[in-house]
Each structure stands twice: as structure tokens, then as C-alpha cells.
């Protein structure tokens, strides 16, 4: 996949849509019957660039206050939903240990992976920004994923929405209706090729996790330490 052009089309189409205000707004973030719960590997950014986000939220924050905005503690890649979020989903009902030991087997060959956050891109619900890889390990480990989880008789839905290729964030999320459209349209314009610099992957979490990643909701399984951050 080339991602600058996957991106890019992303990103007209879901301008257009919200231009045309076609645009998708979120009724569940602020509700308390929202019972989407998941599993998923996922990677975290690191300090420094969290910050660097931090800072460009804040803008858009002031242009479109009533919008849902990701903390620092919530924002990451997902590296693959191993169960997507669903009403009724128990974590009791199913054995923690043969999940990690698939996984830990599908990154067992630890290369080094560095992701820089590069533009921004759209959807038709919110922003988000543009993660690039320098070589094909994230997208080789997926591929381990979808593998070995098809191979196996544990509960997946591994590309049930969609085949995840990217390292794309979302930072923003439209839950109500935007009040200075053209104005923030023009920002994300001014901004398309925002740079919010290169980190390089040290860990995979495995979480337990609500639909948006939130803090309060997600519980950590396991980490998955890669052989460069080992002392």
C-alpha cells in the first residue's frame, strides 16, 4: 500500500463529507450505556511527540471547543484489534495465556521499527494523523497475527471492519455539530503537512480496551518488551 496516496484520498473524501456536512458525529463517547469492550495489541507513541500533539490539539481545541479530544494517556496505533469491541464482550470467558503466547510468537522476531508522524489525514468522524513506517516489520508482524489466529480456535475478528495496513492516530473526534466548519477546514489545510517527528517502537501493549482507548476503561495485559529496550 502506498500510504501518501492512501492517506491523501482519505483525506479528500472526508473533507468533502464535512465540507457538505455530511460528516459523522459520535452519540456514544459521553454515554454511560456504552458497553464496546475489546482486546487489542496496540503501540503508544512516545513523550515527546504526545506533546508535539498536545500542542496541535490545543489549536483546534480553541477553534472547535466541543469536540472530543484524546489526552496523552489515550492516543496510540493499533497494531491489530485481536477482538474488536462489542456489547457483552467478557474477558473472563476466555484464556488470557494462549493469547499472549500467539502474540509473543508473532513478534518474536524483533526488528527495529521507527514510525514518524508526518501531515494530518480525515475521516468522516474526526482528525487524525499520519503514521509512516521505514520498513515493512509492522505490516510482516500483522500478517503472523492474521495467520496464526486464523490457524488457531481462539475468539477473533481480526479485519472484521477492515484490513488494517496503516500507523495512523486519531487525535479528534466529532460529538457535536461543528461550529466554525470553515475555519477549521482551513486550519487542517494550512496544517496538512504538520511534522510531529519519528519514535522508535520499544513496546507492544496488550490491552483490554473500551471503543476510543480510554485510560479509565483500558486495562493493560501484557507488554511485550522489544529486544532493543532491554538493558
Known sequence: MNLESHYKKLYNESISKISSDNYEIDDLIDSNKDNRFGITLLIRPSIEIKEKIQKFITQIKKIEPNQYYYPNSD?????????????GFDIKRIDLTKYIELI???????KD???TFRG????PSGIL???FMDNNELNDIRDRLRNEFKASNLE???DKRYSIQTAHSTIVRFKAELSQKEKLLEFLDENINYDFGTFKVNEFEFVYNDWYQREKYVKEIYKFVTENNVA
Open 120 to 123: 494530518i489525514t480525515a475521516s
Open 75 to 87: 492516543i496510540h496505533i493499533t497494531v491489530m484489534s485481536i477482538i474488536s469491541c462489542y456489547d
Open 129 to 131: 494523523i499520519q503514521g
Open 156 to 158: 477473533q475478528s481480526l
Open 104 to 110: 509473543e510468537k508473532c513478534i518474536l522476531e524483533k
Open 113 to 115: 521499527i521507527n514510525i
